[in-house]
């Protein structure tokens, strides 16, 4: 399958849940949660949804298990609104990119103020 193609699938599943999440679901755990990608398998079989949610570590462990408890429904979603042989089995990952970046960032900040303070 082409990498196109698997972007565009890859696209239409995180627009599907994101939708369900904030449509469809009322668990106040998946409030603050978003979708950021889906990573599906070449064979379509399996696809990793990735999320991330404001706050701490607890509110990680809340969303997870909000997601898991809404998986059912999340897998039905996928179903109905998909043209597809067959449905993805879904598996949630937190997503720890953004927390990755805004360590960086700081790394390369402070980095930056060291090297002021020893060019004066």
Sequence with gaps: MSKARMRRVNEVLRQVISDAITNDLS???L??????SVDTTPDLRHAKV???VLGD????QDALKGLKRAHSVLQGKV????????TPALVF??????????RIDALLAEGEAAGQ???E
């Design 50 to 52: 990735y999320f991330t």
């Design 117 to 119: 303070g020893e060019s």
């Design 79 to 86: 179903a109905a609104e998909t043209r597809m042989k067959h």
């Design 31 to 36: 409030e603050m949660a978003t979708v950021t």
């Design 93 to 102: 990952e937190y997503d720890d990119s953004i927390e990755s970046g805004m």
């Design 27 to 29: 668990d106040p755990r």
């Design 57 to 60: 570590e607890q509110a990680k």
